[in-house]
Structures are given as structure tokens and as C-alpha cells.
């Protein structure tokens, strides 16, 4: 009988869940609903690994309030901001993501945000929806081209590298990108990409600008007023990283006043609260993060977190450690 006792916050492809069920005492968040801090407290007192996800917020003061029994955090994701992966360490907390699997679902939203972005695909299918759309004329919802324009990308990890592939390759791109540390010639060479050594000059120099840094406090409001302001009057800026990466208000402020010429959100600074000052626009894209939602990838990521929990359990390092 299996003995580790493991909780999935919430319900993920039924594949998963059975693969776990089989091997563990597992118990299924069954309503999918976000469970509280103190939903979260308990079930750190009671269960051996906990699998959450980015709607589980997991702060010092919940996890210390909480911690006795838990010995893993298998995330469901790659991203670990809602985790204070430093009260973990205190606490003796191991926590793992789930990179790779998720990379090339994420970079494809990128590039269907900066297509819509430029395109006007949100506004012109709110358009026939509505019943508004009278017929093709040659100066109605004239948008900006995306084939040979300059990325810029923050941040140059996995899923960065993803969307230069496709944005480079598919759409004759010329790349540019800022991140902490520069990549490896190799690296560089598959895209052409180059480095900027300061943001702000891969802000001046980019038609689009697509975010792909880890959030968290190191990087809140990275974006804020006075670096939108650097951007070229007729770019584009894309997030599907973390939406406290940027200033939300200050976001909307610009594209209301056409500081830049639109934008492409996949997440938010207070999920799922999107800013009231985002519907009324026109020029910004709003999905749902939408990231990683494919079947294939949900799955894998399930696998992916499965795999780190086997190890953990036999005694070994899981393949991804972040904590
Ligand atoms: C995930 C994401 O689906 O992996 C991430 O960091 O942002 C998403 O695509 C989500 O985080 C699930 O926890």
C-alpha cells in the first residue's frame, strides 16, 4: 500500500491524476476551487508532499504557521514567485518546478499575442461579433507588420529562447535581449541573437518587446512609467512571465495615451483580477493565462512533478530542484 500521503491543490489532467493515485495516498482538491491560507495551513500539517500551483499563495508566514509534515512542494508549474522559496529553505521545505515541458506552449502564446497585438485580432473579432463589421475598406483596422521587425526580449531563459526560434525563424526576426547573465555564443548563434548590456537600449531599439524573466521581488515593476516611456512610440509590449514584472497602471497610462502603440497580456499582477483600466482599451490583448494550456503539456508537467516526487521519495535529488 502506498504510504506517502500527497495533495494536488488542484485537479489536473486525469492521466495524472490516476499515474499518482497509483503509487501514492493521493487526495484531489476535487471542487478545483483556490484553496484559503488556512485551507493551505492545514494541509501543510498533514500531508507529505503538497503539489500547488501559481493560484496557491505560499508566503513565509503560511508556511511557517503550517509547516510539520511536509517535506516537498512538487510544484505545477515553472514559475516559483507565489512560493517563498527562502522560508522553504528555513524550514527544511524541499520545492520543485516543472521547466522544459512548458516551454514551447508559453513561447507560442508570445507569438500570438504579438500577432494580435500588431494585427488587431482581438479588436477586429470584437468587431464581428458585435455585428459592427461593415465590409473590407483599405484604411480600416490597419495594423503593424510583424515579419522583419526587431525582438527585444527580457530575460533569455528556455522560454525565452523558445519565442527568438520561432520569432527569428518564422518570421525573419531580428533579435535582440537583456537578461542577468549574457548566453553562450552558441546560444547567440541560433537566433543571431544580441546582447544589450543596459534595458533600456533593448527598449529604444525594439518593435516589440516580449517579457521573460522570473517574477517575484527582484523583478516587480522591472517595467514601470519611466521605461515604457523608453519604447519607440509604435511598439509593442508582450508579458506571459509574471504580470507584477510590470506596472500594471502605469501600462494602462501608456497605452491610453499612446506612449506605445499596444500590448499583449497573458498574466497579472493580482490574478485573476485584471485592472479595470485594461477593458475600455483597444490596443491591448487581455487572455487568460493561457501559457501552458495544452493537453500534451498539462500532462507533461503532471509526469514532470510525478518524476521529482519519485526521486524525492527514493532519497534522491530530484532533476529540478529550486529549493
Ligand atoms: C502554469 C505558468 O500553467 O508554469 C508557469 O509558471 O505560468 C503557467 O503556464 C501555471 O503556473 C501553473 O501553476
Not at 493521493?26 to 495551513?41: I, M, R, S, Y
Not at 479588436?123 to 483596422?141: D, F, M, S
Not at 525582438?151 to 526560434?165: H, K, N, P, S
Not at 487568460?288 to 493537453?295: F, I, K
Request: net charge neutral.
Amino acid at each position: 500500500m502506498p504510504t506517502q500521503k500527497i495533495l494536488l491543490t488542484r485537479r489536473w489532467p486525469t492521466e495524472v491524476e490516476h499515474y499518482l493515485s497509483q503509487r501514492y495516498d493521493v487526495t484531489v482538491n476535487e471542487h478545483d476551487t483556490v484553496l484559503d491560507p488556512d485551507a493551505l495551513k492545514a494541509a501543510l500539517r498533514s500531508y507529505d508532499a503538497i503539489c500547488p500551483t501559481v493560484t496557491d499563495k505560499l508566503p513565509a508566514e503560511v508556511l511557517q504557521a503550517g509547516a510539520g509534515k511536509v517535506k516537498i512542494l512538487g510544484n505545477y508549474g515553472v514559475g516559483v514567485s507565489h512560493i517563498d522559496l527562502q522560508a522553504c529553505k528555513r524550514l527544511g521545505i524541499a520545492v520543485t518546478n516543472t521547466p522544459d515541458v512548458l516551454t514551447d506552449a508559453t513561447a507560442e502564446i508570445a507569438i500570438m499575442l504579438m500577432l494580435m497585438a500588431a494585427r488587431r485580432g482581438g479588436e477586429g473579432e470584437r468587431q464581428v461579433r458585435a455585428h459592427e463589421w461593415n465590409g473590407w475598406a483599405p484604411t480600416r483596422l490597419i495594423g503593424a507588420n510583424v515579419t522583419g521587425q526587431t525582438l527585444g526580449l527580457v530575460g533569455f531563459g528556455r522560454i525565452g529562447q523558445a519565442t527568438a526560434q520561432k520569432a527569428h525563424h518564422g518570421f525573419g526576426m531580428r533579435i535582440l535581449y537583456h537578461s542577468r547573465n549574457r548566453a553562450t555564443p552558441a546560444v547567440e548563434a541560433l537566433t543571431g541573437a544580441s546582447y544589450c548590456h543596459s534595458l533600456e537600449e533593448l527598449l529604444e531599439t525594439s518593435d516589440f518587446v516580449s517579457v521573460h524573466c522570473p517574477g517575484g521581488a527582484a523583478s516587480r515593476h522591472l517595467l514601470d512609467a519611466k521605461r515604457l516611456d523608453r519604447m519607440k512610440r509604435s511598439a509593442f509590449l508582450v508579458n506571459t512571465a509574471r504580470g507584477e514584472v510590470v506596472d500594471e497602471a502605469a501600462l494602462a497610462e501608456a497605452l491610453r495615451n499612446r506612449v506605445i502603440a499596444g500590448a499583449g497580456l497573458d498574466v497579472y499582477e493580482h490574478e485573476p483580477r485584471v485592472l479595470e483600466a485594461f477593458m475600455d482599451l483597444e490596443n491591448v490583448v487581455l487572455l487568460p493565462h493561457l501559457g501552458s494550456a495544452t493537453l500534451a503539456t498539462r500532462v507533461a508537467m503532471g509526469m514532470r512533478v510525478a518524476e521529482n516526487l519519485e526521486r524525492f521519495f527514493a532519497g534522491l535529488e530530484p532533476r529540478d530542484t529550486v529549493a
